[in-house]
Every structure is written in C-alpha cells, then in structure tokens.
RNA sequence: GGCGCGUUCGUCUAGCGGUUUAGGACGCCGGCCUCUCACGUCGGUAACACGGGUUCGAAUCCCGUACGCGCUACCA
C-alpha cells in the first residue's frame, strides 16, 4: 500500500456528533496503525449553518479524546489551506476544467422551475431529479448568461451505463447512471457544495482512503464520475455502519445525548468513550472489550467492521466508564475526583476528606455527575429514616448498641479511621453483639439507611460532633 | 414512490460449510465475598427474520419475501 493518508472532514455545527467521533476514531486508527497521516479538514462552505465558536469546539472535544491530527487548523500542513472556506478560488478553478471540457454546464432553473418540476415529477410517478433541461443550451448563449444570471454549476452525468463503488467493507455496489442526479457542484452564491469540495480537497490533499459515515454511500457514484471527469484516479472507499438511536433510527438529538461534550460534561472519561465508540461496529475477533488507544491503534483494520447500524447503549458506556473510573492510577481518579467536587459545590475544604470521600464513593460511581447522589450520606444535617432503618433503631439491642457509643465517643478526642476502629471493638466488647448486628444499628443511625458506603470513612468524614448528634437523635426515636 | 444498504440473545457482538448442546460483554436473576450497598467473583436467563434452493452437511453460499434503516436539497 502506498502511504495511506485519512482525513475527518467534519461540518462546524457547534457540536460533535458521537458518530462523527467514531468515523474520527476509524481514520485516526486506520492512520495510526499504518504509519499514515490523519488531516483534519473543516467543511464549512455552507454559509447559512455558520455557528460562532464552533471550530475551536470541536478542536477542543478532539483534544480530549486525545485524537491528534497531523495536518490541519492550527497546525497547518503541505496541502493546505484546511478550511473549505478559504479554497474558494481553487473550486473555481477546477469548476473552470470541468466546464473547459463540456463535463459540466450552468444551470439557470430558478427555485419554483424545479420545485415544479419535482412536483410533477413525483405525480407521474418519475424518479425525482433534474431533468436537465439547462443540459442543451449553446455554449456561446450559456456563457453569456453567465455573465448577468444566477447560476449553478452542474455535473454532466452519463445518461446511461453503470457506476461500481468498490467499498472496503460492502464490496461492489453497482448504480445506474440513469438514476444519477446531474449534482449541483457551484451553487449561486458561490460556494461550492460538499461534492465538488470533497472530491477536489481529497484529491489534492492526497487522500488515499475515504472513510465516511454510510449516509453517503448513495453519492458515492456521483464522487467517483466526478474523480474520472477530472481525469484523477478515485481513492478507496468504505463507508462505516449508522451509529442507531434505542428505536433504530439514525442517532439523533431529541433521543438523549448525542453529543461528546454532553458525556464529557456528565463525567465519563475520553478513554471509555473512545473505547466504547470503537466497539460500535468493529471488534478484534476475541472476547477482549477493554482497549487503550494504543491497543486500538494496534488491531485496528477496516475488514473487521461491521455491515449493520449500532445502537448507541449508554447502559453498557456507564458501565465502561464504572470500569475506567476504577481501574485508572488512583491520584489521577482523585485528580479528577477533586475537580468534581469543586465543579459541583461537594468541596468540603478539607483535602483529606475529600479524598475519603472520593474513595469511598469510587467502587459505585459510573460517572463524575453521579457525584452528589452518591455523597450524599457525606452531607446529611437533618437524617430521615428509611424502613429498614427504623426497623433496626427500634431493637432494644440497637438502642443499647448507641448508648454505648455515646459514652465512647465521649472519651475519644477525634474520629479517624483508627479510633473509629478501636472504639467499635470496645462497643463490641461492652454490647456483646457482632457483625451485621453490630454494625447495622450503628449505620441506620448515621445514615438513616441499611446500604452505603464504608462506615469507618463515613463517621470520619462526618466527624465526631455530628455523629454524637445522630445517635442521640436516633436513640430518641 | 425510486435507488441503495442491512437483518445472530433486549443491546454490542464472535461465528467466514462440519471443532456449535451457537461463544463473550452489557442488562436482568441467583450464589459467594462483605456491617450494608457497590466492587469483585461464580452460575443462570436469552438469539441465527421467514421461505425456497445448493450440499452428505448451512447461522455460514445462492434466490425470493418480509421488516428496518439510509439517500433522494443551491445541508453536510
């Protein structure tokens, strides 16, 4: 293979799709794994979707998902200009070849032409397209048109005949030229439309491989006659499987999170999501579900992803980013954890505390944003008793347990996990009860419930004034 | 409507003609661990869309049907 040179050429919509990370992911892979190069190009030739900051957003998202590019915005490169916006006079040209060798011509058809024609079109039962009425105007009349009408620029399409779309991962598909739409390539203002800036930024920027979402395996065709109309030699196709929303549908907002920054903004790490995106249509051949990028990197290969559309299951993500959370070093999750804390106003101003509270609270959190939901026990002032609880606080032994313990607590200067341990060995001593039966009550009246986390962390942090408030309170239900 | 793509447990998937009583993961259910919850661990639950072929033999190859999705813009 001659050196194998991707691009991710997303839109500026403000957002990044988690879709369009995957297709990211892929070519950053497919990259990577063949000593290639990864290019960044922004598409943004459509002036009425302009979004302020949308661009530096997205390189943003990229850089948390630690997908690095080596040509682009910012970095610049042999082939640029990277924005579509600042090639304008290069579609220019190359619209000028095109029309230069009759394999396209201007268009004069007005809004209401061929919305009445697709109108009648669809009535008669006809496939929708431009009927190319515009086709057959003389040279000479056409050109002169130009000068004093708006216009577009179409594609000659061959009438007849059939176009093969040779996909990495669908094999051959074949397209009847008949039913090729003659593709708008300049549109009136000016700009040219994402086929013919596609076609010629990847031809000049050296794309040697074209890997997209499948919504655009039907203009495909359309791409490759362009290709051969310039005379160029197409790159390889391979067109991705739709990432799905629950009901099967193409991802969409409206159905829940759709976009990177939303997952980033609820607490899941770039290493799940980038790891659970990847599992979204490819998959080494064993059971190995857990990759770092380097591993991805490693095993990546186009024929193994898969034909059909994946459903997006943030169940199995949360569960992913639950399995990251524990199994990254611990002063980066605390770190991070601290970050939270402060983020979500949990800051107890007391660095050791906070950091019992973060592990304490790590074997159960799946994502940052579960934070204050999970802390909660950490920051009761007034308890509520749940069922179980009261159930417990209502034994005599419970009672008994807790005088106790007040009367310890008395003699103890501060809770730490090692006086919380020994006055608990000396309340088991004096109450005579173990295990759950010593233990329950004593959670109960901290808490006001039968789960939680670790008790010793959870009196520690709470400190020895508030628990002494507790028991007493509890005692007196 | 037309064109195209797709179809293995609820979900992500393994499987590329016999090694399959169809494997793994999430979820769910149960056991163990544990003061409890969670984590971890062990076990269970659950699928080849349908109908024809081809073949000694098909989840795997071919054809058809059904269903789903995508595209059909001077959006990408």
């Known amino acids: 293979m001659s050196e194998v040179r991707v691009r991710f050429a997303p839109s500026p919509t403000g957002y990044v799709h988690v879709g369009s990370l995957r297709t990211a992911l892929y070519n950053y892979l497919f990259a990577r794994h063949h000593q290639g190069r990864f290019v960044l190009r922004i598409e943004d030739t459509d002036q009425s979707r302009y979004v302020e900051g949308a661009v530096e957003n997205l390189l943003e998202t990229l850089r948390w998902t630690g997908l690095d590019y080596d040509e682009g915005p910012e970095k610049g490169g042999p082939y640029g200009p990277y924005f579509q916006s600042q090639r304008k006079e290069i579609y220019h040209e190359h619209v000028q070849q095109l029309l230069d060798k009759d394999a396209a011509y201007?268009?004069?058809?007005?809004?209401?032409?061929?919305?009445?024609?697709?109108?009648?079109?669809?009535?008669?039962?006809?496939?929708?397209?431009?009927?190319?009425?515009?086709?057959?105007?003389?040279?000479?009349?056409?050109?002169?048109?130009?000068?004093?009408?708006p216009h577009v620029i179409r594609l000659k399409v061959p009438r007849t005949g059939n176009t093969m779309v040779k996909d990495i991962i669908r094999g051959d598909v074949s397209f009847e030229n008949a039913l090729i739409d003659d593709q708008i390539l300049l549109k009136s203002d000016g700009f040219p439309t994402y086929h013919l800036a596609n076609v010629v930024d990847d031809h000049l920027m050296k794309i040697s491989h074209v890997i997209r979402g499948e919504e655009w395996l039907p203009s495909t065709p359309k791409h490759i006659l362009l290709y051969r109309?310039?005379?160029?030699?197409?790159?390889?196709?391979?067109?991705?499987?739709?990432?799905?929303?629950?009901?099967?549908?193409?991802?969409?907002?409206?159905?829940?999170?759709?976009?990177?920054?939303?997952?980033?903004?609820?607490?899941?790490?770039?290493?799940?999501?980038?790891?659970?995106?990847?599992?979204?249509?490819?998959?080494?051949?064993?059971?190995?579900?857990?990759?770092?990028?380097?591993?991805?990197?490693?095993?990546?290969?186009?024929?193994?992803?898969?034909?059909?559309?994946?459903?997006?299951?943030?169940?199995?993500?949360?569960?992913?980013?639950?399995?990251?959370?524990?199994?990254?070093?611990?002063?980066?999750?605390?770190?991070?954890?601290?970050?939270?804390?402060?983020?979500?106003?949990?800051?107890?101003?007391?660095?050791?505390?906070?950091?019992?509270?973060?592990?304490?609270?790590?074997?159960?959190?799946?994502?940052?944003?579960?934070?204050?939901?999970?802390?909660?026990?950490?920051?009761?002032?007034?308890l509520e008793y749940d069922e179980q609880a009261k159930e417990w606080l209502a034994k005599p032994e419970s009672k008994e347990i807790l005088k106790i313990m007040i009367e310890e607590l008395a003699q103890t200067d501060e809770l730490t996990l090692e006086s919380f341990k020994t006055l608990m060995k000396t309340v088991q001593k004096r109450s005579g009860q173990k295990g759950k039966d010593l233990w329950m009550p004593v959670r109960a009246a901290i808490t006001g419930e039968t789960h939680g986390p670790d008790l010793g962390i959870v009196l520690t942090v709470i400190g020895k004034r508030k628990v002494e408030q507790f028991l007493k309170q509890a005692l007196a239900i």
């Open 106 to 149: 201007p268009c004069f058809c007005s809004e209401e032409t061929l919305n009445a024609m697709r109108e009648e079109q669809q009535k008669k039962g006809l496939p929708v397209m431009y009927d190319g009425r515009c086709r057959n105007i003389p040279k000479e009349e056409a050109l002169e048109r130009m000068k004093s009408e």
């Open 229 to 382: 109309a310039f005379g160029w030699q197409e790159p390889q196709f391979a067109h991705l499987p739709l990432l799905l929303n629950p009901d099967r549908t193409k991802l969409s907002k409206r159905q829940g999170d759709v976009a990177v920054e939303d997952y980033r903004a609820k607490g899941f790490l770039p290493q799940a999501l980038v790891n659970f995106v990847a599992l979204l249509g490819w998959n080494k051949g064993d059971d190995q579900e857990i990759f770092s990028l380097e591993e991805l990197v490693k095993y990546f290969s186009l024929e193994r992803v898969n034909k059909a559309g994946a459903v997006f299951d943030v169940h199995k993500l949360e569960w992913m980013n639950g399995h990251y959370i524990r199994s990254i070093a611990e002063d980066e999750y605390l770190r991070i954890g601290q970050e939270w804390l402060k983020k979500l106003n949990l800051d107890t101003g007391d660095a050791q505390k906070n950091r019992l509270i973060l592990q304490a609270v790590r074997p159960a959190l799946n994502k940052f944003a579960d934070l204050p939901q999970k802390t909660a026990v950490f920051f009761k002032d007034a």
